[in-house]
């Protein structure tokens, strides 16, 4: 379906459109806890004498690349941003989902994809960065996510940290990780059980591959404001960008690392492009902005590509371009008001990935500020 023939009437932004959680401060209190301990503790607890991400810790590499925000998209997905045609640098850090270093084949296939974009014309809604000019997207490789609510997120962000050494126990490992992920280590009444929520932790495993980063297709997983609308986003490779991909299926059991060298190997040979899509709230009751695990079927309501990311070829080799990446900081919420994410769990997002951004570059002895280019990062060396 064409943007021009869209059939639908796209649900109306709102303030209220999500209704606050009961409670929900001392929750995102007690998720900020579970994640400071495990920040302090990575710095021996890796192995590498630093601290590292919660989540997203193992970065794969940092890309150069450009934004077109393309001209001619009807006036429904022309909102904000993509209403103002222009071309935008960015870069875009590749990471594993989990908490931890080591190598892939024990880490798993949950990959995410974190976009930079500079030269912004707009305030941000973090007031301590309000003129950054930049705008973040954190996205995954698949279409929902294992939590709802701020109550959840404190017990599933101590399972998520926990979930390697799960899997070195093998099927008790597991049996044990399933029973504490539904009951919340056991404190949670029967009717209050996280089942949707492993639902979509299994869906989301089921789905993700074992394939070139360069050929995965990535998603916002929550909604955010569009405008006068709500949306959610996906970004994924064109069809003539993906068949030109040689190093595709990738092997966990032949080396500690397979995708980070596919990702060195396919840039330094080749440009790479990439659709920029928005997918248009239709239904509020089957596109539900409070339940991530649920996935915005697109019968309801088409992917509509609004702009075009594109990576030159280039080199990212080395240890340096893996320590630009883990330098950065990113969150949904580096974003301009029309942008604003939406529901409980982006609400927990914008405490937590600021609070776990500063610690860790304080345990780093880092500097933590917003670049004011791409090439401030990351010079070019194509």
């Excluded at 916002?220 to 064109?238: C, E, Q, V």
Aim: one cysteine or more; aromatic letters at 10%; hydrophobic letters at 35%.
């Amino acid at each position: 379906m064409t943007p021009s023939k869209m059939n639908f009437s796209p649900v109306r932004y709102s303030a209220d459109v999500a209704p606050p959680e009961p409670d929900f401060d001392r929750h995102m209190r007690q998720a900020i806890d579970v994640i400071e301990d495990f920040e302090r503790g990575s710095v021996e607890g890796e192995g590498e004498g630093r601290a590292v991400r919660f989540a997203h810790a193992k970065a794969y590499g940092l890309v150069r690349g450009t934004l077109e925000i393309l001209d001619g998209a009807p006036p429904e997905y022309a909102q904000g941003v993509y209403g103002r045609p222009g071309t935008h640098d960015v870069l875009v850090r590749y990471s594993n989902g989990l908490s931890h270093l080591g190598a892939d084949r024990m880490l798993g296939n949950v990959v995410g994809m974190a976009v930079k974009v500079f030269g912004v014309d707009s305030t941000t809604t973090l007031p301590d960065e309000a003129t950054s000019r930049t705008m973040d997207f954190n996205m995954i490789n698949g279409p929902i996510f294992f939590c709802n609510t701020a109550a959840h997120y404190t017990f599933l962000s101590k399972l998520f940290i926990d979930m390697p050494k799960y899997r070195l126990d093998g099927r008790r490992g597991n049996h044990r990780m399933y029973y504490n992920w539904v009951t919340g280590y056991g404190t949670l009444p029967p009717e209050e059980w996280a089942w949707d929520e492993l639902g979509a932790l299994l869906r989301l495993g089921a789905r993700a591959r074992w394939q070139n980063l360069l050929l995965s297709s990535f998603f916002s997983m929550g909604a955010m404001r569009h405008g006068d609308y709500i949306a959610k986003l996906r970004i994924r490779p064109t069809d003539a960008s993906a068949a030109g991909v040689r190093a595709r299926v990738l092997d966990p059991t032949s080396q500690d690392e397979v995708f980070r060298p596919a990702l060195v190997g396919e840039l330094a040979r080749s440009d790479h492009e990439f659709d920029f899509q928005v997918q248009l709230c239709a239904s509020l009751e089957t596109m539900p902005v409070d339940d991530l695990t649920v996935e915005w079927e697109e019968h309801e309501s088409p992917f509509v590509t609004v702009g075009r990311l594109r990576f030159p070829r280039q080199d990212i080799g080395g240890e340096d371009n893996l320590a630009a990446a883990d330098g950065l900081s990113f969150t949904p919420w580096r974003c301009p008001p029309e942008h604003v994410p939406i529901g409980p769990i982006q609400a927990v997002r914008k405490e937590v990935y600021r609070r776990s951004s500063v610690l860790r570059h304080e345990l780093n002895g880092q500097h933590r500020a917003e670049p004011a280019s791409a090439a401030d990062v990351l010079p070019d060396r194509s």
